[in-house]
T-cell receptor
Framework: NAGVMQNPRHLVRRRGQEARLRCSPM?????VYWYRQLPEEGLKFMVY????????ESGMPKERFSAEFPKEGPSILRIQQVVRGDSAAYFC?????????????FGPGTRLTVL | AQSVAQPEDQVNVAEGNPLTVKCTYS??????LFWYVQYPNRGLQFLLK??????LVKGSYGFEAEFNKSQTSFHLKKPSALVSDSALYFC???????????FGKGTRLSVIA
């Protein structure tokens, strides 16, 4: 029973390029959450999605960042025109129902380095 | 808005001794509280959660946590620490109404043989 999968595990981009991070939730989970972790910091919520819907994007920067969770395929976090400050670990989590008492299960993360 | 505080950046404990990792929270309603552990270059692994009921919650790998409403705390405990418990521990809280999960900054636990 595969857990949450994320790829790539490591991503290097130069300033101004686009970064595309993928997340496949656990089997049977239709709710996906993206978090960002800066060095020596806790995780900060970015966005919560269901299939084909963005439910809460209150933690998402207003520019350059977007997320989607299509009917088929993984959830994608896209960062356009990356800057050095975008360097971080990006984690995806999934849960079965999205309820407040649900446990969120995390993937291994994508570590983005912007040169 | 909800918040979590982990007052200790680092906790050192000798192998075999009991360990405690502290967490306090602030929410407007009833809290849903979680503990996760992160090993180097890995994702977060779920340890346990408090939703309602018994204040003492038992979780994975021998860990437990005690919910104390009057002190707004949810400290993580283990009776006998192992070297393999050395990792980064995160407390998180969620309020009712599908609000985001809010994490503390983490506490690095070091268990010394």
């Amino acid at each position: 029973n595969a857990g949450v999968m994320q790829n790539p595990r490591h991503l290097v981009r130069r300033r101004g390029q686009e970064a595309r991070l993928r997340c496949s939730p656990m089997k049977g989970h239709s709710h996906v959450y993206w978090y960002r972790q800066l060095p020596e910091e806790g995780l900060k919520f970015m966005v919560y999605l269901q299939k084909e819907n963005i439910i809460d994007e209150s933690g998402m920067p207003k520019e350059r960042f977007s997320a989607e969770f299509p009917k088929e395929g993984p959830s994608i976090l896209r960062i356009q025109q990356v800057v050095r400050g975008d360097s971080a670990a990006y984690f995806c989590a999934s849960s079965p129902t999205g309820g407040s008492t649900d446990t969120q299960y995390f993937g291994p993360g994508t570590r983005l380095t912007v040169l | 808005a909800q918040s979590v505080a982990q007052p200790e950046d680092q906790v050192n404990v000798a192998e075999g001794n009991p360990l405690t990792v502290k967490c306090t929270y602030s929410v407007s309603g009833n809290p849903y509280l979680f503990w996760y552990v992160q090993y180097p270059n890995r994702g977060l692994q779920f340890l346990l959660k408090y939703i309602t009921g018994d204040n003492l919650v038992k979780g994975s790998y021998g860990f437990e946590a005690e919910f104390n409403k009057s002190q707004t705390s949810f400290h993580l405990k283990k009776p006998s620490a192992l070297v393999s418990d050395s990792a980064l521990y995160f407390c998180a809280v969620r309020d009712v109404g599908n609000t985001p999960l809010v994490f503390g900054k983490g506490t690095r636990l070091s268990v010394i043989a």
